[in-house]
T-cell receptor
Framework: DGGITQSPKYLFRKEGQNVTLSCEQN?????MYWYRQDPGQGLRLIYY???????QKGDIAEGYSVSREKKESFPLTVTSAQKNPTAFYLC?????????????FGAGTRLSVL | GESVGLHLPTLSVQEGDNSIINCAYS??????FIWYKQESGKGPQFIID?????DKRQGQRVTVLLNKTVKHLSLQIAATQPGDSAVYFC???????????FGAGTRLAVHP
């Protein structure tokens, strides 16, 4: 069953704690992305990676970190520096296709602060 | 489809009617546009895309229209069904391996 798997579905963070959200894809896509979605809002880009061992900051990277050690994996760490982490986090991947950028999304992780 | 914070613009239609969801994009240099559907608590699902060298593209029950002169994109859904109820997002981008910029979304409510 091909696709993008995000885990966990729900996550709770305590004050001062770092938490890591998992994103795995078996679609053989080169690019992967992390977005944050707040209630009633669109998607805002946190980080993206076009190739293994390389990634770029998106529009709201402060308080987040990522790694891309394997093509199929792009974990996101929400650090204690992110003071308002409660949101719905979405991971996406896209194939290398000239002139297109169809991003395929996982089911999301909902993060809340205890 | 402009953002109004927590209150998404809502389009209410009767089952069986046609729906038109509009989107104003911001960057005249964007050459690639895409529509997504997001059901509550789920990730966005690709619907249809269009490149700037086209002004219309059709899929199954959906049509995307692009007017580059006024930087406007629309999604038309024919014979709207209850399963079409969701939030619809447009996104723009330069194509290839670059960022997509998402709009705030429009909620489509289909009534029987």
């Amino acid at each position: 069953d091909g696709g993008i798997t995000q885990s966990p579905k729900y996550l709770f963070r305590k004050e001062g704690q770092n938490v890591t959200l998992s994103c795995e894809q078996n679609l053989n896509h080169d690019a992967m992305y992390w977005y944050r979605q707040d209630p009633g809002q669109g998607l805002r880009l946190i980080y993206y990676s076009q190739i293994v061992n390389d990634f770029q900051k998106g529009d709201i990277a402060e308080g987040y970190s990522v790694s891309r050690e394997k093509k199929e994996s792009f974990p996101l760490t929400v650090t204690s520096a992110q003071k308002n982490p409660t949101a719905f986090y979405l991971c996406a991947s896209s194939p290398r296709t000239s002139g297109k950028n169809i991003q395929y999304f996982g089911a999301g992780t909902r993060l809340s602060v205890l | 489809g402009e953002s109004v914070g927590l209150h998404l613009p809502t389009l209410s239609v009767q089952e069986g009617d046609n729906s038109i969801i509009n989107c104003a994009y911001s960057n005249s240099a964007s050459d690639y546009f895409i529509w997504y559907k997001q059901e509550s608590g789920k990730g966005p699902q690709f619907i249809i895309d269009i490149r700037s060298n086209m002004d219309k593209r059709q899929g199954q029950r959906v049509t995307v229209l692009l007017n580059k002169t006024v930087k406007h994109l629309s999604l038309q859904i024919a014979a709207t069904q209850p399963g079409d109820s969701a939030v619809y997002f447009c996104a723009e981008g330069p194509g290839g391996y670059n960022k997509l910029i998402f709009g705030a979304g429009t909620r489509l409510a289909v009534h029987p």
